[in-house]
């Protein structure tokens, strides 16, 4: 049986990019980062190819954590193997509107 991989870059990253067709929930999944570390992780969505898997319990309103950067914030809590995408990940880049408020501009 054919193992399926999901990378992780930093060491601060909490989800990992999945680099495998047909993952589906409940199958394990192989998590690798960049040093060879391994982790096993149980797989609770269907997760497209190139899509985030979350690596543990990521919280409503925390940031979400990929190449060691914050790419936006949980709008829902994200259970460990849970998909992250933009059903439940507000992007913080490339926000005028937020760029806006912050300046002092229109709300």
């Given at each position: 049986?054919?193992?399926k991989l999901a990378l992780k870059v930093?060491?601060?990253d909490n989800v990992a990019t999945?680099?495998?067709q047909g993952v589906t929930e409940g199958c394990t999944l192989k998590i690798r980062d960049k040093k060879g570390g391994e982790?096993?992780?149980?797989?609770?969505?269907e997760i497209p190819y190139g899509?985030?898997?979350a690596l543990r319990f990521i919280k409503k309103g925390e940031s979400v954590i990929k190449?060691?950067?914050q790419i936006g914030v949980a709008t829902q809590d994200i259970g460990r193997g849970g998909y992250v995408h933009?059903?439940?990940l507000d992007s913080m880049r490339g926000r005028g509107d937020l760029q806006a408020c912050m300046k002092g501009g229109a709300k």
């Open positions: 049986m054919e193992q930093q060491d601060t999945v680099f495998a982790e096993m992780v149980t797989v609770q969505d899509h985030k898997i190449y060691g950067e933009v059903h439940n």
